[in-house]
């Protein structure tokens, strides 16, 4: 399994907390992301590249990480897609499954 993860904060605004961010990873198998903090409220996901005919999950937990339930429907397509997400503050964590040379850029926003 090969995961790897890019974060960007947008330091041109004043607020720290505010600061734009952006989340980067790209898979080429299957595999699970380390939980990243979500401080709730609405997000986008961009995707490029290829499932590799495997499914996409964003998995969300309100407790700090120790349980994660699915957060948003599987995203089983990459052509193009753009996926709203808007979930309460908490971690989240992107899951790819069943895939087969896989090669999938998901940037959070």
């Given amino acids: ?4 993860y ?4 947008d330091r041109r605004r004043d607020d720290e907390d505010n600061a734009e961010r952006r989340d980067t990873w790209t898979f080429d198998a299957d595999g699970t ?3 990243i903090d ?5 997000g986008t ?4 590249g290829s499932l ?3 499914v996409l999950s964003v998995e969300y937990s309100g407790d700090l990480g120790t349980t994660f339930t699915k957060g948003h429907p599987d995203i089983d397509s990459a052509q193009g897609a753009a996926e709203t997400i808007s ?3 908490g971690k989240i964590r992107l899951r790819l499954e069943a895939s087969a ?3 999938l850029t998901v940037i959070l926003s």
């Avoid at 890019?6 to 904060?9: D, G, L, Q, R, T």
């Avoid at 979500?38 to 609405?42: E, F, H, L, T, V």
């Fill in 45 to 48: 996901l961009q995707l490029a």
């Fill in 87 to 89: 979930l309460n503050a």
């Fill in 38 to 42: 979500w401080r709730g409220g609405q």
């Fill in 33 to 35: 992301t380390d939980p």
């Fill in 101 to 103: 040379g896989a090669s």
């Fill in 6 to 9: 890019n974060f960007i904060a």
């Fill in 52 to 54: 590799g005919g495997g």
């Fill in 1 to 4: 399994m090969a995961i790897t």
